[in-house]
């Protein structure tokens, strides 16, 4: 396909579908748009770009495709303002926003004056952000969810996943509010749950100091995503506020009757509890892309010795297996020398396995 495509926000989201666009249609070209001159200068020296500028009205009329990559929040001040920009009549329009019912609303008034907005969500991430992060494998197999309005065209519902297809993620619609409920439920919430259990617990480390190191291994593993951005999780939180309100309620509810069978000693009522957590955990789907993006993570025992991490490190550089992050746990079930390797997916775990247990008689486990 040829024609202009131009992506506001130039991070890791909109670096890599910049790289799917251009792997799948090489003709295109690609112009982004960012606050960062920076970020537009990495993005064109890493050829994920053709051209960059700081200032979307500079270059609004050229686009065929127009892709917002930014916070939520700011996606809503740009479809406000793009009535007002001269706009190519056949303008495609979409967005990567977690939420989607507000932008869908502020997309109205595009789609009254005959333009066509359809929302996106590409459920992928990654340990890393910006624009050097940026990579065309970032979305394979992951779940992109498509929110056209009611009645969409779908001709144009087909043009948008012929521009994405280089991302090879599968493609799912849903209405704006079952979108947003159900990524309210399997993703916000979690998030603020995890944040609220690391602040219950960093309040708690300060009168029983001994809790911060046990912290380590299984703890700080469930809790991790409570490391995510801050700022876009503040937008994510308040423009997706309504469900959530919801959702928080019902937790706070289940955590009150979780309260009442501690108080009665309810031993029927706590097993219940936990096994029906159990049997539903146990029947989700695995080894597939969801809601929170998967952690692909190698626990390797090695011994305490200066040298061991280059040394493991050098084992996967000589099979060319990359890794995106690595750290040493103190503790994990009281076993000491560990390496937590991650990888970007299922595949590069398995292969790093094979290549450590190759390379040495280090144990490998998940």
Not at 13 to 18: D, E, K, P, T
Not at 47 to 61: F, R, Y
Not at 68 to 83: I, M, N, R, S, Y
Not at 316 to 339: F, V, Y
Request: net charge negative.
């Amino acid at each position: 396909m040829k024609g202009t495509v131009v992506i506001v926000g130039l991070g890791l989201i909109g670096g890599s579908i910049a790289l799917c666009i251009r792997a799948r249609h090489p003709k295109a070209h690609i112009i982004g748009v960012d606050i960062s001159e920076q970020t537009i200068l990495a993005g064109d020296s890493l050829g994920i770009i053709d051209e960059g500028t700081t200032n979307l009205a500079d270059v609004i009329a050229d686009a065929d495709l127009l892709i917002f990559c930014c916070p939520v929040q700011q996606t809503e001040k740009f479809l406000a303002e793009l009535p007002g920009f001269p706009l190519k009549d056949n303008l495609l329009i979409t967005d990567t926003g977690s939420t989607k019912m507000r932008v869908m609303e502020h997309a109205a008034t595009l789609q009254e004056a005959g333009y066509t907005f359809i929302g996106g969500h590409p459920m992928a991430g990654s340990h890393k952000s910006g624009v050097t992060a940026a990579k065309s494998l970032l979305f394979e197999n992951a779940y992109y969810l498509l929110t056209p309005s009611e009645g969409e065209d779908p001709k144009h519902i087909a043009l948008l996943r012929e521009w994405l297809e280089g991302t090879n993620a599968k493609f799912l619609e849903l209405s704006a509010m079952e979108h947003d409920n159900i990524t309210g439920m399997l993703s916000h919430l979690p998030h603020i749950v995890a944040a609220a259990l690391v602040n219950q617990t960093r309040d708690f480390t300060q009168e029983h100091p001994a809790a911060f190191r046990l912290a380590a291994g299984g703890f700080r593993d469930i809790t991790r995503i409570a490391s995510s951005d801050p700022t876009m999780w503040t937008d994510i939180s308040l423009s997706n506020k309504d469900t959530l309100r919801k959702l928080l309620g019902n937790w706070r509810d289940g955590m009150n009757e979780a309260i009442a069978m501690l108080e009665k000693e309810d031993s029927d009522g706590i097993y219940q509890f936990f096994d029906m957590a159990k049997e539903f955990r146990d029947s989700l789907p695995v080894h597939q892309e969801g809601a929170i993006p998967s952690f692909y993570d190698l626990f390797v025992d090695v011994p305490d010795y200066p040298g061991v991490i280059s040394e493991v490190t050098g084992f996967l550089a000589q099979e060319e297996i990359s890794l995106i992050n690595i750290k040493i746990l103190e503790t994990r079930e009281d076993i000491m020398g560990i390496l937590q390797i991650t990888f970007q997916n299922e595949k590069d775990r398995e292969r790093a396995k094979r290549c450590i247990e190759k390379y040495s008689h280090y144990q490998c486990h998940f």
